[in-house]
């Protein structure tokens, strides 16, 4: 088992930065990706972000890209998402996921096989 913990949410204005954090125990050693998916209100789950445990490699959704940047410290067993430039429609409860089997990517929630509880992100136009 796996357990993860989303921090680092809250209220900001447009253009605002804000980093989140997602801390995992359990399990950890058997983790090949991490990710964070959104879900804005009325909205489906969407991908944001992932990243291979071993750093090597990340992927993000064309409407965060050049503005969120993942990363992770497998020494802390910490995953980050840096989000700049935040704009209103970035408004969503955000959620770590962390994906125990070796895909060539991390695109789709089906692949994750744990999820933290979520953390709220409001940017306010």
């Known amino acids: 088992q796996v357990q993860l913990v989303e921090s680092g949410g809250g209220f900001v204005q447009a253009g605002d930065s804000l980093r989140l954090s997602c801390a995992a125990s359990?399990?950890?050693?058997?983790?090949?990706?991490m990710g964070w998916f959104r879900r804005a209100p009325g909205k489906a789950r969407e991908f944001v972000a992932a990243i291979r445990w071993s750093g090597i490699g990340t992927n993000y959704a064309d409407s965060v890209k050049g503005r969120f940047t993942i990363s992770r410290d497998s020494d802390q067993n910490m995953v980050y998402l840096q989000m700049n430039s935040l704009k209103p429609e970035d408004t969503a409860v955000y959620y770590c996921?962390?994906?125990?089997?070796?895909?060539?990517?991390?695109?789709?929630?089906?692949?994750?096989?744990?999820w933290g509880q979520g953390t709220q992100v409001t940017v306010s136009s």
């Open positions: 996921a962390a994906s125990t089997i070796n895909y060539s990517t991390h695109y789709y929630a089906p692949q994750y096989n744990y």
């Open positions: 359990g399990r950890t050693f058997g983790m090949f990706a």
